[in-house]
């Protein structure tokens, strides 16, 4: 069973809008972590955004925020004011812990954003 | 700072023949992941080390998959004998438990295996 789902396999987005990526989740820990990367087309990932499973507030990283809703299981990433440079592939992933003691990094199948000009 | 080191960039061998992915987290770094990216298959987490010993190796394909970290520094990933399957790019990432809980990741450049 997927536990990272992102449905949208790609988006367009008109340049300086707002746009916002699905990522739905399925665990059973009640402490994990959810985070956003991004992976332009020359291949690096870099890490966007961190969403603990206890933090009250939603986390924002300049023009990313995450809109975590825990009880929907959800955690989409918002991009303000979208620039060309945003277009890129974009993945939600999820820390779980096992009932080993170690974590499980889950990452989706990514969501490919084109930013038009 | 210089970030996660991954070498070589482009690795093309015949299939059968041994390859050796090489990878030097960022210092201070406790943890270390190897992941292999496809087109078919997305991400996937290979293995991971937590201060230089293995944690977590259930995502290793087969037994032509090995991983090594024998010091802080410095991580291989072999494949012994390699198969065209194989290809893929091949990302290195380091993680520190002192970042307030979030140990977010840290990737490398990766290594593009291609195995003819």
């Known amino acids: 069973a997927q536990k990272i789902t992102q449905t949208q396999p790609g988006m367009f987005v008109q340049e300086k809008e707002a746009v916002t990526l699905d990522c739905t989740y399925d665990t059973s820990d009640p402490s994990y972590g959810l985070f956003w990367y991004k992976q332009p087309s020359s291949g690096e990932m870099i890490f966007l955004i961190y969403q603990g499973s206890y933090d009250q507030q939603n986390a924002t990283e300049g023009r990313y925020s995450l809109n975590f809703q825990k009880a929907r299981k959800s955690a989409n990433l918002v991009i303000s004011a979208s620039q060309l440079g945003d277009s890129a592939m974009y993945f939600c992933?999820?820390?779980?812990?096992?009932?080993?003691?170690?974590?499980?990094?889950?990452f989706g199948t990514g969501t490919r954003l084109k930013v038009l000009a | 700072d210089a970030g996660v080191i991954q070498s070589p960039r482009h690795e093309v061998t015949e299939m059968g023949q041994e390859v050796t992915l090489r990878c030097k987290p960022i210092?201070?770094?406790?943890?270390l992941f190897w992941y292999r990216q496809t087109m078919m298959r997305g991400l996937e987490l290979l293995i991971y080390f937590n201060n230089n010993v293995p944690i977590d190796d259930s995502g290793m394909p087969e037994d032509r998959f090995s991983a090594k970290m024998p010091n802080a520094s410095f991580s291989t990933l072999k494949i012994q004998p390699s198969e065209p399957r194989d290809s893929a790019v091949y990302f290195c990432?380091?993680?520190?438990?002192?970042?307030?809980?979030?140990?977010?990741?840290?990737f490398g450049p990766g290594t593009r295996l291609t195995v003819l």
């Open positions: 992933a999820m820390r779980e812990a096992r009932t080993s003691g170690t974590y499980k990094y889950i």
């Open positions: 210092s201070g770094h406790d943890y």
């Open positions: 990432a380091s993680s520190s438990t002192g970042r307030g809980g979030r140990n977010e990741q840290f």
